[in-house]
């Protein structure tokens, strides 16, 4: 089984409608993230928790809410969809006493909005 | 405002050649990573730089990280189809904050 899963791994929705994306790691981790992909563009932080009690805006959170509902599981919703929120959506996780180890990261949802 | 830069962004290159992905940044850092996608995957980890003058080397991928002209490199070493993929870079904004500033990525093709 994989340390991060991510559901849906697929996604087609009209604008307007409320999504949520779901994470849960099997690693421990204190700390998970939520990444976007576009194309040319690579991957930007949309929020990040260190804990269940810390949750921090990345750099693109507007239009995105998360929720940590414990510490293995990260959720993010769109509320209201827009076309431009269509992209490849990352969650990941680390370890903050590994330094040197790398963020671990789920396989994708990959979201279209209509 | 921490910014990575990668270049190139395209790479085209046949096999058995030598070639350097280069990451710059623009602010002080001192942990830098190295991933790997293929189409359609998940990012996979190759490098953690951790120090200025830190080398790290696996199969024909070998990357360094030079903290005080803020440039860390990945070489190819005689290259073969399987590398080709994207490569991203990703700086640590400092702090311990454990944010990842990711450049935009080299999408290697390594033809015969």
């Known amino acids: 089984d994989a340390d991060v899963t991510q559901t849906p791994r697929n996604r087609i929705t009209k604008t307007g409608k409320r999504i949520m994306l779901e994470c849960s790691q099997t690693?421990?981790?204190?700390?998970m993230y939520w990444y976007r992909q576009d194309p040319g563009l690579g991957l930007r932080l949309i929020y990040y928790?260190?804990?269940?009690?810390?949750?921090n805006k990345g750099e693109i959170s507007d239009g995105y809410s998360v929720s940590r509902q414990a510490q293995a599981k990260f959720s993010l919703s769109l509320e209201s969809a827009i076309p431009n929120q269509t992209a490849l959506y990352f969650c990941?996780?680390?370890?903050?006493?590994?330094?040197?180890?790398?963020?671990?990261f789920g396989d994708g949802t990959r979201l279209s909005i209509l | 405002e921490l910014k990575v830069e990668q270049n190139p962004l395209f790479l085209s290159m046949q096999e058995g050649k030598n070639y350097t992905i280069y990451c710059n940044y623009s602010t002080t850092s001192d942990r830098l990573y190295w991933y790997r996608q293929d189409p359609g995957k998940s990012l996979e980890s190759l490098f953690v730089?951790?120090?200025?003058?830190a080398v790290k080397q696996e199969g024909r991928l070998m990357a360094s990280l030079d903290t005080k002209a803020r440039l860390s490199t990945l070489h190819i070493t005689a290259a073969v189809h399987d590398l080709s993929a994207t490569y991203f870079c990703?700086?640590?904004?400092?702090?311990?904050?454990?944010?990842?500033?990711f450049g935009k990525g080299t999408k290697l093709s390594v033809k015969p």
């Open positions: 730089l951790l120090s200025n003058g």
């Open positions: 690693k421990g981790h204190d700390r």
């Open positions: 990941a996780t680390s370890d903050p006493g590994q330094l040197n180890q790398p963020q671990h």
């Open positions: 928790s260190f804990d269940v009690k810390d949750i």
């Open positions: 990703a700086v640590d904004r400092g702090g311990s904050q454990g944010n990842l500033i």
